[in-house]
């Protein structure tokens, strides 16, 4: 049998896994099983449906919808038409999907019946542009034509038939596989568009790393947004095994879980294991069933990797690290009982190994590499590297760069320091005001950016509320003025931008703020005060 989208290369391995096992199941969610056959008949009608109703020439498609048959099916029916992906998450304001559909330049959006009142309030953001929106499972779109005439809306009834098998249009290696947005320090997010050939890098190694098959159940725990969701559903389908999205109401502590759907590959940001342990879920030799447990998007605390080593005890732990811009992760540390703690610094387990086909270095703030034992800003090159950031030329010139002592390599400044011990990596802050909450990276300046607007002040800056082994937990907020300021309002103008995860917790109002030895306002002070 002909392996088919064989040219769509983050789409290959679902392919190979539909063709080698079409009744192995592959995906179980709210409830209901599918089959790679069933499941890849859906995507064969998606992007059947997308190509029939593709009047500019989209390289891009918008899907707005989270962890369901929508969300997935969208995903590689939109690869499979040979476009890419970009998730625009439902949990976020309006305005802030807004933007992001504006700098995607999408003309297309797939969604469905879940997320209609949220659609509504975009298409009044949208205005006259004509777009065409796909409801899955939407049987009747009177309303929505009627009132918002000029779109074409594509019913669960209208979505077309594709072939059992479908051969997608070829598809260049450096054509984009996915749109990813991180936060920007200017209120409007980065575009990071991340390859076929950068995605299929990752996807490569970590398959030849790792003894994935068929027979696993993998967890899948983050937004589509998150690229952390790249690495669960890619691999999984690489390896003919099922996906198993975890709901909601599950996502802080997915013991229960985990224990019930007997999962065999858990990936998690260390917040959600920290949670667990101070709930005292993780009790010795809980989950049996793991074989592999990842953890990403913060500094995993030593003291919590020896906890879910416990109540994992057949599985191999590891910690994974690496920024967007990097395709989802691109170095490894494996969980040692005996030898970690003591190589753990300061109680953060290492970042371990940079994968082996890509290059890093250490520089100092003139960019030049520092010497062995210092610590620096780490920088990356190789495959999984992205080109820059989209239509953003002054952002891509200060983030790749040529570093003149090491070649003409382009090298992406993480704004992560680091230092080698003992031919290991370990993670020993940020470089900048941006921080890591619940595994997303925040600028800092992005909230600042916000509460400005919302309190109609340029005095007005955030801090991160408390840090636990590198994990923040929250945002405090710090105004110039009194308490006239209405916090509520302010507070209603965040919700409208921000989304939860960067919302201010704390409000403080000040007649003084403190200010460096460069007449910036100091954090480091604001941050004391919090403490204090």
Known sequence: MQIVCENSLLL?????SLQRFPEHNALVVN???YTYRNFGQLISNMATTILENDKLSDTLVALLSSKSLTAYAGVLGILASGKGYVPLNPKFPVERIYKMLQLSNSSIIITDRENLPLLRKLLCLIGKESMTIILTDVEDADELSQCYYWHNFITEEMISEGPEFYDIPRVREDAIAYLMFTSGSTGTPKGVPVSHRNASSYLKYMFSRYDTDGNDRFSQAFELSFDLSVHDMFLCWLSGACLYPVPDKYLMAPAKFIKYNELTISFLVPSVAMFMSRMKMLKAGMFPSLHYSFFCGEPLNSALAEKWQEAAPNAIVENLYGPTEATVAISH???????SQDES??????????FGSHKNCIVDDDLKPVKADNSGELC???PQIVDGYLNSPEKTRANFVIISELGDDI??????LVMIKENCLHYMGRKDDQVKILGHRVELQEIDYVLRKASGTDMAISVPLSVDYGDVGGIAAFIYGDEKNDESKIMRYCRKYLPDYMIPQKVYFIDNMPLNSNGKIDRLKLIEKVKG
Do not use: K
């Open 12 to 16: 290959t391995g679902f392919a190979q």
């Open 31 to 33: 409830g209901n099983t």
């Open 333 to 339: 540390y494996r969980w040692h009982r005996e030898e």
């Open 345 to 354: 610094l300061n109680g953060i387990v290492p970042l371990g190994n940079i």
């Open 380 to 382: 990356l090159a190789g």
């Open 411 to 416: 090298w992406y400044r993480t704004g992560d």
